[in-house]
C-alpha cells in the first residue's frame, strides 16, 4: 500500500469540493472494495475522503410511489427495510446473495456500485490488463477466462461487473443521482456502467468529481412476481457465474410487461429492451421463456474457457422466469432451485 | 506493520511522498477507552493486534475473503481487515477477549467448547465474533439460515456441522 493521508468530509458539498480539489484522491465508504485493492496496490489514492459518516443513509418514500436511498446506507440495513422487503423483494434478495454478513453490514450502496471487477489479472501486477493500464494488453483474452463475459467485450478488455445488487436495480429500472462540483444530475442505472469499448479503465460514466447520492427506486416494484437466481461455483460467499434477476407483470398468464437482468455475463447489468418488448402480450409460459432466453443470448460470444455461461445464462434466464411467473422466488438460504 | 512504499510512486503523481502526520485515534475497545497515534493506512485489524497488543482477533487472508479477522463494531459484525482503524474514531469495538463476563465464558464459548466445534482453532475468534453479531441480529433462525448467514466464516478444518449445533446451543436452541 502507497502512503497517502486522510481527510473525513462534513457534508456531501464538502465531500466534492475536496475531491476536486486533490486529483486522483477517492472517497471510502465502506472500504470493502477500496481497502482491498489499495492493499494489492492496484488503487494508489494519495488521499482518501471518507465519506462514511455522512447523513447519506435515509430510505424514503417518494411522493407518487418510489423509494429514494441515500448511498452510504449498508446493503444489509438496505436489505432488510421494510419498503424494500414489501415493494422491492428483488433487490433485498439480490442484497442477499451478495458477499457475507460482515460484508453488507460495511458495504454502502454508492461504494457497491462503484465496486470494481474480480478479473484476477486486474488484481494481478505482474500482468497486462488494459483496465489498469491502458494500452498494456489484456490478459485474461487468452488466459484464465472462466468466468469473463459473453456479451459486450471489446478486444481490450472481456470483464464482467460483479455486482448483484446491480443486476437487481437494472430490472427496475433505477436511477442514480449524482452531485459534482457545480451541479447534480441524475443516470439512469442503465446507462450508469459501461461496456469496455477501447477505454475500459471507465467503468463508469461517473465523474472523478462526482459523489453518489441516492438510489432512486420507480414505483413499480414487481413483488408478486420476481426472482434473483445467482449461479455461482459454491452456493455462498462467491461471486456469480452468471445471475439473473427476473421481474413479470402479469394479467392472468398473459405477460404484461418483462424485466430481464442479467449478472456476470459483462462488463455491466445487461438487459435488452426488444427481448422485454416481444415478451408483451406472449403467455407466461416455458415456449415464451426460452424464446426470450435465446434472443437474450443471441449475440452472445464464447472466450477459450467460457463457453458453458451461454447455455447457463440461457438456462438461468428460463428458470428464474419461471419461479417469477409461478409466485416462488429463489430462496436466497435454501439453495436447492425450484 | 505495513511498511512505508514509497519507491515506485512518482513524486508528480503524489504530492505527499513525506509520511503524512500520524492521527489520534481513539478507540474503545472491550469497554477500555484507548488513544493512539496511527498511520492511516493502519487498519482495525492490525491497531487491534500490533498496537493494543490484542491477538486473540486472527488474520487470515487480510482482504475480507475468510472472516477470521471478524470483531463486533457498535454490535455489528464486520470484517477488520477491511476498514482503516481512523475510520472508526470513537467506536465501541468488541474483540473475543471482550465477550466474557467476569470469568465467566460468553454462551457462544462455552457451547463452542461443548460441541468442541474447532480443530486447530484459528479460524474460531472470527467464528464467535461473527455468531455473537448474528444472534444480535436477533432474527429466529433454521439451520439452514444459521449456515448462509455464517457462510463469511471459513474454517479450514471443516468444522461446520459442530460450529452449527453450537450456535444453535447459544440461541437456546437445544
Ligand atoms: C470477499 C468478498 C466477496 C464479495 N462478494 C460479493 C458478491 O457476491 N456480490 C457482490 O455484489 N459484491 C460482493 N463483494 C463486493 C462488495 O459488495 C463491495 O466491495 C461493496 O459493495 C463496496 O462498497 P463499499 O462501501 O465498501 O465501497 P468502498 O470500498 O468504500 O469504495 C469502492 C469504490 O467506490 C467509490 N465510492 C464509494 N462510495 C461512493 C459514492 N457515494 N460516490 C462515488 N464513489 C463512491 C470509492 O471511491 C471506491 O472507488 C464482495 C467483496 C468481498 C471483499
Ligand atoms: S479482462 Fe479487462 S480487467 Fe481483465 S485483464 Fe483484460 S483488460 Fe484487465
Ligand atoms: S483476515 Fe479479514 S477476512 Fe480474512
Ligand atoms: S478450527 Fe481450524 S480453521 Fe476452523
Given at each position: 500500500?502507497?502512503?497517502?493521508?486522510?481527510?473525513?468530509?462534513?457534508?456531501?458539498?464538502?465531500?466534492?469540493?475536496?475531491?476536486?480539489?486533490?486529483?486522483?484522491?477517492?472517497?471510502?465508504a465502506?472500504?470493502?472494495?477500496?481497502v482491498?485493492?489499495?492493499?494489492?496496490?492496484?488503487?494508489?489514492?494519495p488521499?482518501?475522503?471518507?465519506?462514511?459518516?455522512?447523513?447519506?443513509?435515509?430510505?424514503?418514500?417518494?411522493q407518487?410511489?418510489?423509494?429514494?436511498?441515500?448511498?452510504l446506507?449498508?446493503?444489509?440495513?438496505?436489505?432488510?427495510a421494510?419498503?424494500?422487503?414489501?415493494?422491492?423483494?428483488l433487490?433485498?434478495?439480490?442484497?442477499?446473495?451478495?458477499?457475507s454478513?460482515?460484508?453488507?453490514?460495511?458495504?454502502?450502496?454508492?461504494?457497491?456500485?462503484?465496486?470494481?471487477?474480480?478479473?484476477?489479472?486486474?488484481?494481478?501486477?505482474?500482468t497486462?490488463?488494459?483496465?489498469?493500464?491502458?494500452?498494456?494488453?489484456?490478459s485474461?483474452?487468452?488466459?484464465?477466462?472462466?468466468?469473463?463475459?459473453?456479451?459486450?467485450?471489446s478486444?481490450?478488455?472481456?470483464?464482467?461487473?460483479p455486482?448483484?445488487?446491480?443486476?437487481?436495480?437494472?430490472?427496475?429500472?433505477?436511477?442514480?443521482?449524482?452531485?459534482?462540483?457545480?451541479?447534480g444530475?441524475?443516470?439512469?442505472?442503465?446507462?450508469?456502467?459501461?461496456?469496455?469499448?477501447?477505454?475500459?479503465?471507465?467503468?463508469?460514466?461517473?465523474?472523478?468529481?462526482?459523489?453518489?447520492?441516492?438510489?432512486?427506486?420507480?414505483?413499480?416494484?414487481?413483488?408478486?412476481?420476481?426472482?434473483?437466481?445467482?449461479?455461482?461455483?459454491?452456493?455462498?460467499?462467491?461471486?456469480?457465474?452468471?445471475s439473473?434477476?427476473?421481474?413479470?407483470?402479469?394479467?392472468?398468464?398473459?405477460?404484461?410487461?418483462?424485466r430481464?437482468?442479467?449478472?456476470?455475463?459483462?462488463?455491466?447489468?445487461?438487459?435488452?429492451?426488444?427481448?422485454?418488448?416481444?415478451?408483451?402480450?406472449?403467455?407466461?409460459?416455458?415456449?415464451?421463456?426460452?424464446?426470450?432466453?435465446?434472443?437474450?443470448?443471441?449475440?452472445?460470444?464464447a472466450?477459450?474457457?467460457?463457453?458453458?455461461?451461454?447455455?447457463?445464462?440461457?438456462?438461468?434466464?428460463?428458470?428464474?422466469?419461471?419461479?417469477?411467473?409461478?409466485?416462488?422466488?429463489?430462496?436466497?438460504?435454501?439453495?436447492?432451485?425450484g | 506493520?505495513?511498511?512505508?512504499?514509497?519507491?515506485?510512486?512518482?513524486?508528480?503523481k503524489?504530492?505527499?511522498?513525506?509520511?503524512?502526520?500520524?492521527?489520534?485515534?481513539?478507540?474503545?475497545?472491550?469497554?477500555?477507552?484507548?488513544?493512539?497515534?496511527?498511520?492511516?493506512?493502519?487498519?482495525?485489524?492490525?491497531?487491534?493486534?500490533?498496537?493494543?497488543?490484542?491477538?486473540?482477533?486472527?488474520?487470515?487472508?487480510?482482504?475480507?475473503?475468510?472472516?477470521?479477522?471478524?470483531?463486533?463494531?457498535?454490535?455489528?459484525?464486520?470484517?477488520?481487515?477491511?476498514?482503516?482503524a481512523?475510520?472508526?474514531?470513537?467506536?465501541?469495538?468488541?474483540?473475543?477477549?471482550?465477550?466474557?463476563?467476569?470469568?465467566?465464558?460468553?454462551?457462544?464459548q462455552?457451547?463452542?467448547?461443548?460441541?468442541?466445534?474447532?480443530?486447530c482453532?484459528?479460524?474460531?475468534?472470527?467464528?464467535?465474533?461473527?455468531?455473537a453479531?448474528?444472534?444480535?441480529?436477533?432474527?429466529?433462525l433454521t439451520?439452514?439460515?444459521?449456515?448462509?448467514a455464517?457462510?463469511?466464516?471459513?474454517?479450514r478444518?471443516?468444522?461446520?456441522?459442530?460450529?452449527?449445533?453450537?450456535?444453535?446451543?447459544?440461541?437456546?436452541?437445544?
Amino acid at each position: 500500500m502507497i502512503n497517502f493521508d486522510y481527510v473525513r468530509a462534513t457534508s456531501a458539498a464538502d465531500a466534492v469540493s475536496r475531491i476536486a480539489a486533490f486529483p486522483g484522491a477517492k472517497f471510502i465508504a465502506g472500504g470493502t472494495n477500496l481497502v482491498d485493492l489499495m492493499k494489492e496496490d492496484v488503487e494508489r489514492p494519495p488521499r482518501l475522503i471518507d465519506i462514511s459518516r455522512l447523513p447519506l443513509n435515509r430510505v424514503e418514500d417518494i411522493q407518487g410511489g418510489g423509494l429514494r436511498i441515500g448511498a452510504l446506507i449498508a446493503n444489509a440495513d438496505l436489505a432488510g427495510a421494510p419498503p424494500v422487503a414489501q415493494r422491492y423483494p428483488l433487490l433485498g434478495d439480490a442484497l442477499r446473495a451478495g458477499a457475507s454478513g460482515q460484508l453488507r453490514n460495511m458495504a454502502s450502496v454508492g461504494g457497491n456500485l462503484m465496486q470494481r471487477t474480480r478479473c484476477c489479472y486486474f488484481y494481478d501486477l505482474a500482468t497486462p490488463c488494459n483496465k489498469r493500464r491502458p494500452g498494456d494488453g489484456c490478459s485474461a483474452r487468452d488466459g484464465l477466462n472462466r468466468a469473463h463475459a459473453i456479451l459486450g467485450a471489446s478486444v481490450a478488455c472481456v470483464a464482467t461487473h460483479p455486482s448483484d445488487m446491480c443486476v437487481a436495480l437494472a430490472a427496475l429500472d433505477a436511477i442514480v443521482h449524482v452531485r459534482g462540483p457545480t451541479e447534480g444530475r441524475a443516470l439512469a442505472l442503465t446507462d450508469f456502467h459501461r461496456l469496455p469499448g477501447d477505454t475500459p479503465d471507465r467503468d463508469t460514466n461517473l465523474e472523478p468529481d462526482e459523489l453518489i447520492t441516492a438510489v432512486e427506486l420507480p414505483p413499480k416494484g414487481f413483488a408478486e412476481h420476481y426472482s434473483y437466481l445467482k449461479i455461482r461455483d459454491r452456493l455462498s460467499y462467491a461471486f456469480a457465474l452468471v445471475s439473473v434477476a427476473a421481474a413479470l407483470d402479469l394479467d392472468g398468464d398473459r405477460i404484461r410487461e418483462a424485466r430481464i437482468a442479467l449478472g456476470g455475463v459483462a462488463h455491466k447489468p445487461w438487459r435488452d429492451a426488444r427481448v422485454e418488448d416481444a415478451m408483451r402480450g406472449e403467455p407466461a409460459n416455458a415456449a415464451t421463456f426460452g424464446a426470450a432466453a435465446q434472443a437474450l443470448l443471441r449475440d452472445a460470444r464464447a472466450l477459450a474457457h467460457n463457453a458453458f455461461k451461454i447455455d447457463l445464462a440461457a438456462r438461468t434466464v428460463v428458470r428464474a422466469l419461471t419461479q417469477a411467473a409461478r409466485g416462488t422466488p429463489q430462496s436466497q438460504t435454501d439453495k436447492r432451485i425450484g | 506493520m505495513t511498511q512505508l512504499q514509497t519507491t515506485e510512486v512518482p513524486a508528480a503523481k503524489n504530492p505527499s511522498l513525506a509520511p503524512p502526520d500520524k492521527l489520534a485515534v481513539t478507540l474503545i475497545v472491550n469497554g477500555v477507552e484507548q488513544t493512539l497515534r496511527l498511520a492511516p493506512w493502519t487498519t482495525l485489524l492490525d491497531a487491534l493486534r500490533d498496537h493494543l497488543n490484542l491477538t486473540g482477533t486472527k488474520k487470515g487472508c487480510d482482504h475480507g475473503q475468510c472472516g477470521a479477522c471478524t470483531v463486533l463494531v457498535e454490535g455489528r459484525r464486520i470484517n477488520s481487515c477491511l476498514t482503516f482503524a481512523v475510520m472508526q474514531d470513537g467506536a465501541r469495538i468488541t474483540t473475543i477477549e471482550g465477550l466474557a463476563r467476569n470469568g465467566v465464558l460468553h454462551p457462544l464459548q462455552q457451547a463452542f467448547t461443548d460441541h468442541d466445534a474447532f480443530q486447530c482453532g484459528y479460524c474460531t475468534p472470527g467464528q464467535i465474533c461473527s455468531a455473537a453479531g448474528l444472534l444480535a441480529e436477533g432474527k429466529p433462525l433454521t439451520r439452514d439460515e444459521i449456515r448462509e448467514a455464517m457462510s463469511g466464516n471459513i474454517c479450514r478444518c471443516g468444522a461446520y456441522p459442530n460450529i452449527v449445533a453450537a450456535i444453535e446451543q447459544a440461541m437456546g436452541r437445544t
